[in-house]
């Protein structure tokens, strides 16, 4: 009940796609749910955050899609670029917790 | 230096060798955290500290000791590590429990 399913596992796509990666939970507690990009040799960094409360967040090209209901999350970056290409990771955790479960993982590719 | 710094960031240890990871954070945060990111797995939360007292111990074996001096300072000690305990050991940061977490570059161990 703690796992974050997160998929696909790697993705490619031509500059200027939308890359879109999607995760899903089963812990109905969880009520903060955020994505990190990790470049190589660098820490996760925080992305864009979302809470169930809203249904969708925007952040410049990254958006954020969330289905309460479905217990599913998505990242869509539109207008995909090369300096994009990273490992994306979704997260969910209980706010008053810290406990953040992490996804396996997306490592993105985007193509010149 | 700003944000959160790890050192060293490459080790590698036999497996009766004692050593120890430090993470810095020059953020004024009060909770900081250690990660275990393996390939092909999802990061692992291990150790949560809140104001230098551990929250958290997340069934992690006893060959791996946390010591939390002050609130910018956090150490991994390691002794009689297992192969199987290669992987990048990431420390984070955050301004409360419930709050964004902020990641170091980590420290990539290897054990023969």
New interface residues.
């Given amino acids: 009940q703690q796992q974050?399913k997160q998929s696909p596992q790697s993705l490619i796509v031509q500059k200027g796609g939308i890359s879109i990666i999607n995760c899903a939970y089963e812990n109905t507690a969880f009520d903060?749910f955020?994505w990190?990009q990790q470049f190589p040799?660098?820490?996760?960094?925080?992305l864009i955050?979302i809470r169930p409360d809203v249904s969708e967040k925007k952040e410049g090209r990254f958006t954020i899609s969330f289905n309460k209901s479905a217990k599913q999350f998505s990242l869509h970056i539109m207008d995909s670029q090369p300096g994009d290409s990273a490992t994306y990771?979704c997260?969910a955790s209980t706010?008053?917790?810290?406990?953040?479960?992490?996804?396996?993982?997306t490592t993105l590719q985007v193509k010149p | 230096e700003t944000g959160v710094t790890q050192t060293p960031r490459h080790l590698v240890m036999g497996m009766t060798n004692k050593k120890s990871l430090k993470c810095e954070q020059h953020l004024g945060h009060n909770a900081m955290y250690w990660y275990k990111q393996s390939a092909k797995k999802p990061l692992e939360l291990m150790f949560v500290y809140s104001l230098e007292e551990r929250v958290e111990n997340n069934s992690v074996p006893s060959r791996f000791s946390p010591e939390c001096p002050n609130s910018s300072h956090l150490f991994l000690h390691l002794h009689t590590l297992q192969p199987e305990d290669s992987a990048l050991y990431l420390c984070a940061s955050s301004q409360g429990i419930a709050d964004t977490q902020y990641f170091g570059p980590g420290t990539r161990l290897t054990v023969l």
């Fill in positions: 974050v903060y955020p990190y040799g660098k820490g996760p960094a925080l955050a990771f997260a706010s008053n917790t810290g406990k953040l479960i992490f996804g396996q993982g």
